[in-house]
């Protein structure tokens, strides 16, 4: 493939939520240079090519005018949704850009500034608006959000417009509150990004449980006697149960004779019929709160991303030990306790330790460059990619690989509603 186009732009992304909790979309944010032409119609071949029916919606948001003067010439109406920043349409060839694109049918998403809407003479142009509600409209959600049915029983109040409707993806939601607000009584179509913090405070006096939905999953693929590398991949996208998992593998009464610093080795020594015992005693206090899904699904992307930045070939023993880099470098959030104190209690290689700790030795570029795509932080990669010495495109192309083979759930559309 041809670095002419991946080789000179800059990418982040961020999921988009649903009210199910999953990853339903991506913003995929797209700078370049100024003196850099970028051929529009190689950029969505090369997104088509990475991006399937089952990938999560990519929503293509666009820095460079000339750029998205080409995308939205070019894009296909069933191709990647095209958000237009609200400053843009202020310039009449990006309007007119947008009305044609509209005609065509193509997927458009109006996004503003904090407090700002679509205005009248482009609204209709866009399927869905991309929102950041400024401090009064988020003080007015949250109050219309003591008024859904069945609150307290305090005297009648007056009926409060929320600013919040079901065709809006809110961005910078500040609270786990809102967040509700927007998706469970509003039925808002996303939220981009999640109030990590927020969610985990209400945590900070009692331990995050593992999720028991993957618990339950899991149970059932040990009964089936399911692959071992299918067991594995479950049990990886579940932070403190593998967590949990290698601080059993580990603990005193099992008495192994060797430190287990991989699942696989766990699960080999253990056996499936010790694991699933394992599984049904953590059953009993899981959580199945669906909140947490996207604070457990960013720990994974970043895991996956660091995992795939270093390509180990087929050495899986290699690949294991990257993606348990990337996944403790955040473990920390969901046990609420210090990341050094955490991982203490495990046996992990030293370049793991020197990856997560002191930025160094061989993981280090690839976990700082997958923390780095992340959005906002993606206008430092192409500067760690030239202190490093790995290639921009290359990193573009596996972030566009690790995004398109997230799942969403199955019952997601692509239509915009």
Same mark, same amino acid.
């Given at each position: 493939?041809?670095?002419?186009?991946?080789?000179?732009?800059?990418?982040?992304?961020?999921?988009?939520?649903?009210?199910?909790?999953? *990853?339903?979309?991506?913003?995929?944010?797209?700078?370049?240079?100024?003196?850099?032409?970028?051929?529009? +119609? =190689?950029?969505?071949?090369?997104?088509?090519?990475?991006?399937?029916?089952?990938?999560?919606?990519?929503?293509?948001?666009?820095? &460079?005018?000339?750029?998205?003067? $080409?995308?939205?010439?070019?894009?296909?109406? %069933?191709?990647?949704?095209?958000?237009?920043?609200?400053?843009?349409?202020?310039?009449?060839?990006?309007?007119?850009?947008?009305?044609?694109?509209?005609?065509?049918?193509?997927?458009?998403?109006?996004?503003?500034?904090?407090?700002?809407?679509?205005?009248?003479?482009?609204?209709?142009?866009?399927?869905?608006?991309?929102?950041?509600?400024?401090?009064?409209?988020?003080?007015?959600?949250?109050?219309?959000?003591?008024?859904?049915?069945?609150?307290?029983?305090?005297?009648?109040? %007056?009926?409060?417009?929320?600013?919040?409707?079901? %065709?809006?993806?809110?961005?910078?939601?500040?609270?786990?509150?809102?967040?509700?607000?927007?998706?469970?009584?509003?039925?808002?179509?996303?939220?981009?990004?999640?109030?990590?913090?927020?969610?985990?405070?209400?945590?900070?006096?009692?331990?995050?449980?593992? $999720?028991?939905?993957?618990?339950?999953?899991?149970?059932?693929?040990?009964?089936?006697?399911?692959?071992?590398?299918?067991?594995?991949?479950?049990?990886?996208?579940?932070?403190?149960?593998?967590?949990?998992?290698?601080?059993?593998?580990?603990?005193?009464?099992?008495?192994?004779?060797?430190?287990?610093?991989?699942?696989?080795?766990?699960?080999?020594?253990?056996?499936?019929?010790?694991?699933?015992?394992?599984?049904?005693?953590?059953? &009993?206090? *899981?959580?199945? %709160?669906?909140?947490?899904?996207?604070?457990?699904?960013?720990?994974?992307?970043?895991?996956?991303? #660091?995992?795939?930045?270093?390509?180990?070939?087929?050495?899986?023993?290699?690949?294991?030990?990257?993606?348990?880099?990337?996944?403790?470098?955040?473990?920390?959030? +969901?046990?609420?306790?210090?990341?050094?104190?955490?991982?203490?209690?495990? &046996?992990?290689?030293?370049?793991?330790?020197?990856?997560?700790?002191?930025?160094?030795?061989?993981?280090? &570029?690839?976990?700082?460059?997958? #923390?780095?795509?992340?959005?906002?932080?993606?206008?430092? +990669?192409?500067?760690?990619?030239?202190? =490093?010495?790995?290639?921009?495109?290359?990193?573009?192309?596996?972030?566009?690989?690790?995004?398109?083979?997230?799942?969403?759930?199955?019952?997601?559309?692509?239509?915009? $509603?």
């Amino acid at each position: 493939m041809s670095p002419t186009v991946l080789g000179h732009l800059t990418l982040g992304y961020q999921p988009v939520w649903n009210r199910l909790r999953q *990853a339903v979309a991506v913003m995929l944010f797209i700078d370049q240079p100024d003196d850099i032409a970028v051929d529009a +119609v =190689h950029l969505l071949a090369t997104l088509d090519q990475a991006w399937s029916e089952q990938s999560p919606v990519p929503i293509l948001c666009v820095q &460079p005018r000339k750029l998205l003067l $080409d995308l939205l010439e070019h894009t296909a109406p %069933d191709g990647p949704w095209v958000a237009v920043q609200e400053a843009h349409l202020a310039d009449p060839a990006v309007a007119g850009q947008v009305h044609a694109a509209h005609r065509r049918g193509v997927q458009l998403l109006w996004r503003g500034e904090p407090g700002h809407r679509a205005g009248a003479d482009t609204a209709a142009c866009f399927a869905l608006s991309v929102i950041t509600l400024n401090a009064g409209e988020a003080l007015l959600g949250l109050r219309a959000s003591l008024e859904k049915p069945g609150g307290d029983s305090g005297a009648p109040r %007056d009926p409060i417009k929320s600013p919040v409707q079901a %065709d809006q993806i809110f961005e910078a939601v500040p609270s786990r509150v809102l967040v509700e607000h927007c998706l469970d009584q509003r039925a808002a179509w996303g939220v981009a990004g999640w109030p990590v913090d927020d969610v985990l405070f209400s945590y900070r006096e009692r331990p995050i449980q593992p $999720d028991r939905q993957t618990i339950t999953r899991l149970v059932a693929l040990t009964d089936t006697d399911a692959p071992l590398d299918l067991i594995e991949h479950m049990l990886a996208e579940e932070p403190v149960l593998v967590y949990r998992f290698l601080l059993h593998a580990n603990s005193a009464a099992l008495g192994l004779r060797s430190d287990v610093e991989s699942l696989r080795h766990g699960l080999m020594l253990l056996g499936l019929s010790n694991f699933k015992n394992w599984l049904l005693a953590q059953l &009993p206090h *899981a959580a199945s %709160d669906t909140d947490l899904h996207p604070v457990r699904g960013a720990m994974v992307l970043r895991a996956r991303l #660091t995992e795939q930045l270093l390509d180990a070939g087929e050495e899986e023993k290699l690949r294991s030990e990257v993606y348990l880099c990337g996944l403790l470098s955040q473990v920390d959030l +969901v046990l609420g306790e210090p990341l050094a104190t955490a991982l203490q209690r495990i &046996p992990v290689s030293e370049r793991i330790s020197a990856a997560i700790h002191g930025n160094a030795g061989p993981y280090a &570029p690839y976990l700082e460059i997958a #923390t780095a795509l992340e959005y906002p932080r993606m206008d430092t +990669v192409p500067a760690l990619c030239e202190e =490093h010495g790995i290639d921009l495109g290359e990193v573009n192309r596996v972030l566009l690989r690790v995004l398109a083979a997230a799942q969403p759930h199955p019952g997601k559309g692509r239509e915009a $509603d």
